[in-house]
C-alpha cells in the first residue's frame, strides 16, 4: 500500500443523468459490472465476453481503528472514459475507488484510495468532485486495512500457495446470462486470480465466502493510502492471432496494474480520449444531452470484444447477436466510427463460413458456439440474416471500401439468397425469426419480460420481408458497381417482384397502412406490431407508392398523449422496446416532417425518464416508462443514438438554411 502526502488527483465524475444502475467496465479481454445503485461487483468476465461469470458477489469494506464499515457509494463513468469512480466518506476519511482497466488487458483494477483525514459528513452523488478538498484536514493517525469478500458463482475457489484467490469456471458452467440454466455451457477453461497490490493473507469462512484482508497501515493527517486490487482472467486463447486487435496496434507497453495504476488510467484516459475525439456527433448545445452522447458511445464500445463481436448486454445477454450488434453500430457509425463495423463484418463472415448460415448469435472470443435457439431454417433467414447485409451495405455507404466487400462477398450472397429462397417458397413472404425483441415487451411496469399475443413462429412478418427487400436492393447495387450487370439483373428481378407482393397480401385497403402480421393462411392478425410498421422506412425498404412511409406515419396516431410513449401494440400490450421511438424519430427525420412532429418525440428520447445514469437506454419499458434491468443494452441504445444525430443534424441544417444532402 502506498502512502502519499496531499489529495489524490482530482477526476471528473458524470453527473447522473437518469437513475442509478448497473455499471460494466471492460477491456475488450476481460469486464466487471457493479449491482444497481451500488460498487458491489456481482459480475466478472474474461478472457472473452461470452464467458461464465465468476462472481455471485463481490463486496469491499474500510476497518478503520478497528472498526468495520462497508463500503456502498454509487459508481459513475469517469468524464472523457470508459472507467467508474465512486466517493464517499466512511466518517472522517475519503474513500475513492476507480474501476479501470486499458485496452486489450487480461485483467480489471481497483484502484482504492484513502485519506486524507477530513471534517464533514458523507456525500451524495452529486458532490463527489469535493470529496478529496472540502473540510480541514484533522485529528491524530488512524490504523486502516482493506477487506474483500468475494464469494464465487460456481461455488469453486481455492488459495494458492502466494496467498492469491483463484476462481475458476470450465466447460461444465454455463455462460452467463439471464437464465444461465438454459444457456450453452463453455467452450473454454477460464480462470481468474485475485489479489491486493500489497501484503494480504486470504482465508474461506464457513459460508464459502473467501476474505482477503490487507495488513494495517498508519495513516497520518494530511496522507493518503493507495492500494489496487487485481482480479486478473487466464485461459487458452491465441489473442495476438486475433484479426480485430491488429487494427488497434498498441505500442505502448502495458502497464502494471499492481505497481501502477496511475499509469493505468493515464493509459485508458488517453485510449478512450483519443477515440471520443473522433466522434462526429453534432454538439447539441445541451451539456446534458452531449455527456448523454458520449456515454452511449462509451457503453456501446465497450460491449465490443477483442475479437470483433459485440456483447449484446453486460450481466444479461453474453452473446453477440446479430440484432443487437446492427444496433449498436448503428449508433456508432451515425457518430463517423467505421473501423468497429469492419471488424464486426469480418466476424460474422468468419462464422458463415464456418457453420455456413448467418447466425441469431455466436459466442465472442472464441467460435465453438452458435446461439441459434433451435429454430427453423426458415425462422433464421429472416431479421438477422438481413442486418448482417445491411451491416455490409452501412460500411460501403461510409467508407466507399469496395475492397472489404470483395472479401465477404461468398457470405454476402449467401445472406441475400437464404431470404429470397424463402420468399420464394411463400409467394414473396417470410415468416418472423422468432427471437424478435418485440415478443417479450413487459405489458407490466417493473416485469423483466412479457408476451404478445397471436405469436407463431409459422406467422409472416412485414419486418422480415422489408429487410429482404432492402438486402436485395443492395446485393442489385453492388453487383453492377462491379460491373456484373447481368448477375444483378437476377437479384434486380427478385427485389421487384417481392416488392410486388407486398401489398398484395399486407395491405389493409381500408386503412391503407400495411398488416404487420399474417397467418400462415394470409389472414391478417388483429394485432399490429406497431414497431413493425416503422421497420421498413428504418431498414431502407421502399414499398409500393411510398407505403413504408405511410406505415411509419401511421404509428404517430397511437403516441400516448400524456407520456409520449409508443406501446408495442395498442390496448393490448401498452409496453414498449427502448428503441421504439429512436425508430419513430429516425423515420420522422427521414421523411423531413415538421419540426413540432419530430421535437416532441426528440424531447420524449431525452427529457421523458427513459435514459439512466449515463445516459443508455433499457431493452425494455413498462406502460409507464418503468424499466427492465437489462440497461446498458446496446441495441435500444445504438439505435436511438443514431436517431437522436440525424435529428440534431437536420436540426443544424434547418437552422443554417441548409437542405437535406
Not at 150 to 170: C, H, K, M, Q, T
Not at 229 to 246: I, K
Not at 384 to 408: F, H, I, M, N, P
Not at 512 to 523: I, K, Q, S, V
Request: hydrophobic content about 35%; overall charge negative; some cysteine.
Amino acid at each position: 500500500m502506498a502512502i502519499r502526502s496531499g489529495n489524490p488527483a482530482f477526476l471528473p465524475a458524470c453527473t447522473p443523468l437518469g437513475r442509478l444502475e448497473k455499471q460494466f467496465v471492460g477491456s475488450q479481454v476481460a469486464g466487471a459490472g457493479t449491482v444497481d445503485g451500488g460498487c458491489d461487483w456481482n459480475f466478472l468476465i474474461g478472457p472473452g465476453y461470452t464467458a461464465p461469470n465468476f462472481l455471485r458477489i463481490e463486496t469491499l469494506a474500510l476497518v478503520r481503528n478497528g472498526v468495520s464499515a462497508p463500503l456502498r457509494m454509487p459508481m459513475l463513468r469517469i468524464q472523457g472514459t470508459g472507467s467508474l469512480l465512486g466517493q464517499d466518506r466512511i466518517a472522517d476519511l475519503p474513500v475513492r475507488i476507480v474501476d479501470t482497466t486499458v485496452r486489450n488487458a487480461p485483467w480489471i483494477l481497483r484502484w482504492i484510495t484513502v485519506g486524507p483525514r477530513r471534517t464533514g459528513g458523507s456525500l451524495t452523488p452529486d458532490e463527489t468532485a469535493a470529496a478529496f478538498g472540502d473540510g480541514e484536514a484533522s485529528g491524530d493517525a488512524v490504523t486502516i486495512r482493506l477487506e474483500a469478500r468475494i464469494v464465487s458463482r460456481n461455488g469453486r475457489g481455492e488459495i494458492l500457495p502466494d496467498g492469491f484467490l483463484r476462481l475458476s469456471a470450465g466447460p461444465e458452467d454455463p455462460v452467463f446470462g439471464w437464465n444461465e440454466h438454459e444457456n450453452p455451457r463453455s467452450s473454454l477453461a477460464r480462470t481468474v486470480r485475485i489479489g491486493f497490490s500489497g501484503p494480504f493473507d486470504a482465508r474461506r469462512e464457513a459460508d464459502g465466502a473467501f476474505v482477503l484482508r490487507t495488513g494495517e497501515i498508519r495513516l497520518e493527517p494530511g496522507c493518503h493510502a493507495s492500494l489496487c486490487l487485481v482480479h486478473w482472467t487466464g485461459a487458452e486463447l491465441d489473442l495476438a492471432g486475433v484479426p480485430a486487435m491488429h487494427s488497434e496496434s498498441p505500442t505502448l507497453p502495458m502497464p502494471d496494474p499492481y505497481r501502477d495504476p496511475d499509469g493505468v488510467l493515464a493509459r485508458t484516459r488517453k485510449e478512450w480520449g483519443d477515440w471520443l475525439a473522433r466522434s462526429q456527433a453534432p454538439a447539441s448545445g445541451d451539456p446534458r444531452l452531449d455527456l448523454a452522447i458520449e456515454g452511449m458511445l462509451v457503453a456501446i464500445r465497450s460491449c465490443r470484444c477483442f475479437d470483433g463481436g459485440f456483447m449484446a448486454c453486460p450481466q444479461a445477454y453474453s452473446f453477440s447477436y446479430l440484432r443487437d450488434s446492427h444496433g449498436g453500430l448503428r449508433g456508432l457509425t451515425a457518430c463517423g466510427y467505421t473501423e468497429e463495423l469492419r471488424d464486426f463484418i469480418l466476424w460474422v463472415d468468419r462464422r458463415v463460413r464456418k457453420f455456413g448460415h448467418v447466425p441469431n448469435g455466436a459466442e465472442t472470443g472464441h467460435d465453438a458456439i452458435l446461439l441459434d435457439l433451435g429454430l427453423p431454417e426458415e425462422n433464421l433467414a429472416s431479421e438477422s440474416t438481413a442486418y448482417y447485409v445491411l451491416l455490409v451495405r452501412r460500411y460501403l455507404e461510409r467508407t466507399g471500401d469496395l475492397s472489404l466487400l470483395k472479401q465477404v462477398e461468398e457470405s454476402l450472397r449467401r445472406a441475400v439468397d437464404a431470404q429470397l429462397d424463402v420468399a420464394l417458397r411463400h409467394d414473396g413472404r417470410l415468416r418472423f425469426h422468432g427471437d424478435e425483441t418485440e415478443r417479450y415487451v413487459p405489458s407490466v411496469d417493473g416485469r423483466m419480460y412479457g408476451s404478445l399475443p397471436d405469436w407463431d413462429l409459422r406467422n409472416f412478418s412485414l419486418a422480415a420481408v422489408a429487410g429482404a427487400l432492402a438486402s436485395a436492393r443492395f446485393l442489385t447495387e453492388y453487383l453492377a458497381r462491379t460491373g456484373r450487370e447481368g448477375e444483378a439483373q437476377g437479384y434486380r428481378d427478385a427485389a421487384d417482384w417481392i416488392r410486388d407482393q407486398v401489398d398484395r397480401h399486407f395491405l389493409d385497403r381500408a386503412s391503407g397502412c400495411r398488416h404487420t402480421t399474417l397467418h400462415p393462411d394470409g389472414t391478417p392478425s388483429p394485432f399490429p406490431i406497431l414497431p413493425h410498421r416503422l421497420m421498413p422506412l428504418w431498414l431502407g425498404a421502399a414499398f409500393p407508392e411510398g407505403g413504408e412511409r405511410t406505415d411509419a406515419l401511421s404509428a404517430m396516431a397511437d403516441l400516448r398523449p400524456d407520456t409520449g410513449f409508443l406501446p408495442v401494440c395498442p390496448g393490448v400490450n401498452e409496453g414498449f422496446p427502448g428503441h421504439t421511438l429512436g425508430y419513430l424519430l429516425y423515420d420522422l427525420v427521414e421523411m423531413d416532417r415538421p419540426e413540432e412532429e419530430t421535437e416532441a418525440v426528440f424531447r420524449t428520447l431525452v427529457d421523458g425518464g427513459l435514459m439512466g445514469a449515463s445516459g443508455t437506454y433499457s431493452e425494455f419499458y413498462g406502460p409507464h416508462g418503468v424499466e427492465n434491468s437489462h440497461n446498458l443494452n446496446i441495441f435500444s441504445t445504438g439505435i436511438n443514438l443514431e436517431a437522436l444525430v440525424r435529428y440534431l443534424s437536420a436540426r443544424g441544417r434547418r437552422a443554417a438554411g441548409g437542405a437535406r444532402p
